[in-house]
């Protein structure tokens, strides 16, 4: 394609606090409808807001892990327009200054490479109520109505929809790891609005662009933006010009459309909010914030590679996720061997079966001591890898542990050597053609040798050791 697409993100955020972020009414998403509202969230005539600091801290915590400045005065604003999910009429944000600016967040483009995306601010806000249509009538539940809110606006420095969605990812994990956001897209907690325009490759100008809003999951992102790209690029090949405009995606038809056309700037007569100061943050508590941050996604990635040799693109998978590098980290725990053998066992089997039962790995049925011991088993040579992964499905099917599985299935591979020696021993001279045949150069018997003891032991011998000991009493027939 002739043209390059400049896309920047705007990322919600809703903030974990327990409580909402101008009054203390509970966030209860699952309560019954306006049950968790107060005059204040319901703007209700005379109420004043009250700022929530546990929100202030968690905001500075976002804007620290992205590498923004902190401003250590910022502001709150209205920003004034009409909609029947916000009573007040206006929504608390942060305009002129923001909490934090001038971040940047490092992702990998569609070469693999590292690139730094800007990241030009982070502001407070808050959520709006929740309409709901039923046939003719709409209900408003207000119990999301001032739900404490970040807006991450990346810079357009986004090139392809890979780029887009890994960035809308890493944030995410980030907000997990920070324990600021639940991050569960379904339910709401994150939602991301994507711009994006064209122009002709090598070309300095950037050309109209266009706005999808609310996007909540990283496929409707990824496909939003192939869907615009296609769109904008047969206009301007048609010598048609780009709209500006605000765009809905529908995750059906796979189609952007219209929401509205913005003949300008939406005006939405930004001023500063009379009801709350202007927001002070002493350098004490921003260096206190930064002292407590998590490990993050990029420092759990150089570490497990470091400290776990294993290589960066398991580091990587088993980072992805807070709750998945828990649970691999509990693994090591209770097993001494090779950290890489837990690995394998987590990203290959395990997520598997996750993935084919649409599952979480926290609420994994397999606990990690349980994993860890069903890998002690393969390494100890006690089952074999192949019967291993049987062992695991049962496990996570029956929420059975893993010796209780391999009693029950009676798996448990014969590694004695004695008892080895003597099944090997008995079948060799019971099949004196055989032998002679395989001391004629028919190597091809051995395979049946390898049969018969596996036949006779129902698989559970070690295949290792019969094979070591068939060629040891097969070569003393030879002498
Ligand atoms: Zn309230």
Redesign the pocket.
């Known amino acids: 394609m002739s043209y390059e697409a400049i896309i920047g993100l705007e990322i919600h955020a809703q903030l974990s606090t327990q409580?909402?972020a101008?009054?203390?009414?509970e966030i209860n998403t699952t309560a019954y409808e306006n049950t968790?509202?107060?005059?204040?969230?319901?703007a209700q005539p005379g109420t004043l807001p009250f700022l929530n600091t546990k929100a202030v801290d968690y905001a500075i915590r976002a804007g620290l892990a992205l590498n923004c400045e902190i401003n250590l005065l910022s502001k709150f604003d209205r920003k004034n327009y009409f909609y029947p999910d916000l009573p007040k009429g206006y929504q608390i944000t942060q305009f002129e200054r923001p909490i934090a600016i001038n971040g940047s967040l490092s992702i990998l483009d569609d070469e693999g490479h590292e690139k730094k995306v800007g990241i030009q601010r982070i502001q407070m806000e808050e959520d709006t109520g929740k309409s709901m249509h039923m046939g003719d009538s709409s209900l408003i539940n207000l119990n999301r109505?001032?739900t404490p809110l970040i807006e991450i606006v990346g810079e357009p420095d986004i090139r392809s929809a890979k780029e887009a969605s890994g960035y809308f990812k890493k944030i995410q994990s980030i907000l997990v790891y920070l324990d600021i956001c639940h991050g569960n897209m379904q339910e709401g907690n994150l939602r991301c609005d994507v711009n994006l325009s064209l122009r002709k490759k090598g070309a300095k100008e950037f050309g109209t662009r266009t706005e999808v809003k609310n996007l909540n999951s990283f496929r409707s992102v990824e496909r939003a933006i192939a869907y615009e790209w296609e769109r904008q690029a047969s206009l301007l090949d048609n010598g048609q010009k780009v709209q500006q405009q605000t765009l809905l995606f529908d995750v059906e038809s796979g189609k952007t459309r219209v929401l509205r056309t913005k003949s300008d700037a939406d005006d939405y007569r930004y001023f500063p909010e009379p009801d709350l100061m202007p927001l002070v943050i002493t350098q004490e508590r921003v260096v206190k914030i930064k002292e407590e941050l998590p490990e993050l996604p990029d420092d759990k990635i150089r570490r497990f590679v470091t400290d776990y040799s294993l290589p960066l693109y398991d580091a990587e998978v088993l980072s992805s996720s807070l709750s998945l590098a828990n649970y691999f980290e509990e693994c090591l725990t209770f097993f001494d061997g090779e950290p890489k053998k837990i690995s394998n066992w987590v990203m290959v089997e395990l997520l598997k079966l996750i993935n084919e039962y649409n599952a979480d790995i926290s609420k994994s049925p397999v606990p990690a001591k349980e994993l860890a011991s069903l890998v002690n088993f393969v390494q100890k040579g006690e089952i074999s890898g192949k019967i291993g992964k049987d062992v695991l499905v049962k496990m996570y099917d029956e929420k059975k542990t893993a010796s209780e599985v391999i009693n029950e299935l009676g798996v448990k591979q014969i590694s004695d050597t004695d008892s080895i020696e003597k099944i090997v021993r008995e079948i060799v001279d019971s099949n004196p053609g055989e032998v002679e045949k395989y001391l004629n150069g028919k190597d091809r018997v051995f395979g049946f040798f390898v049969g018969q003891v596996m036949k006779q032991t129902k698989g559970q011998a070690n295949p290792q050791i019969v094979s070591e000991t068939l060629k040891k009493i097969l070569s003393e027939k030879n002498e």
């Open positions: 409580t909402k101008w009054c203390f009414c968790k509202t107060c005059p204040v969230c319901t109505s001032g």
